[in-house]
């Protein structure tokens, strides 16, 4: 059910007192994913309720910040597109920021695993990584959105056959890992790439933003 409150652009008096576990506000370009090469600014929550061996993001490091306070952090770039993600942002009431940000005129994205189902009208562009090719016993609750990005380990696709027709666009994205040889992963981005050239209803995705070696 949408929440009137963010319909009408109406601000709570409690939504800049509203705390958030925060990793890290920062500037940069969309590195992967059909909004890749836009600027955003990236709102990284703290905890995930998914503890994914590839995962690049330390989440159990975080400050606690109000809303108000993620607010001027986030005013001191000229960027108007905000992505929350993580660690895990839906476990969060994102709510009072979304509200607060909403207000400011900025365009609301987020990455999440999906595990939680996201209330209609908080958000303006939904992307659900899903995790069970690594947790088969994670139920996906957030089955629809505008894109559906999947990080390839050698799954068979037809494991997102009853997930993908939720999505509009639909992304493989060969797993990096940063420990990893570089024929390693070349090995990991030309399996992904012959994959995708069978299967066309699926596009390719790279984290270029790893190769320019940036946030």
Same mark, same amino acid.
């Given at each position: ?6 319909? #009408? $652009?109406? !601000?709570?008096?409690? &939504? ?12 940069? *370009? ?82 999440? #695993? $999906?595990? !939680?189902?996201?209330? &209609? ?12 090719? *690594? ?6 609750k957030?089955r ?20 993908k ?14 420990a ?36």
């Amino acid at each position: 059910m949408k929440s009137p409150s963010l319909l #009408n $652009g109406e !601000v709570l008096p409690t &939504d800049d007192h509203t705390v958030y576990n925060i990793v890290e506000i920062f500037h940069s *370009v969309q590195g992967e994913g059909y909004r890749s090469g836009i600027p955003h600014v990236f709102v990284r929550f703290g905890v995930c309720n998914l503890r994914c061996e590839w995962c690049d993001t330390n989440f159990d490091e975080y400050e606690q910040k109000t809303a108000a306070e993620i607010m001027d952090a986030v005013s001191e770039f000229a960027c108007k597109n905000i992505i929350f993600t993580g660690g895990e942002p839906m476990l969060n009431d994102l709510w009072p920021l979304a509200r607060l940000l909403k207000r400011q005129g900025y365009h609301l994205s987020v990455e999440s #695993n $999906g595990t !939680v189902a996201i209330p &209609d009208g908080l958000l303006d562009w939904i992307c659900i990584s899903p995790k069970d090719q *690594v947790y088969p016993n994670v139920s996906i609750k957030q089955r629809q959105g505008d894109e559906l990005k999947c990080v390839y380990v050698g799954q068979p696709l037809s494991m997102y056959d009853d997930l993908k027709d939720g999505f509009t666009h639909l992304f493989l994205q060969p797993c990096y890992d940063e420990a990893a040889s570089v024929e390693e992963n070349g090995r990991g981005f030309s399996l992904t790439e012959a994959i995708v050239k069978e299967h066309p209803e699926w596009r390719l995705s790279l984290q270029t933003h790893k190769w320019m070696g940036i946030l």
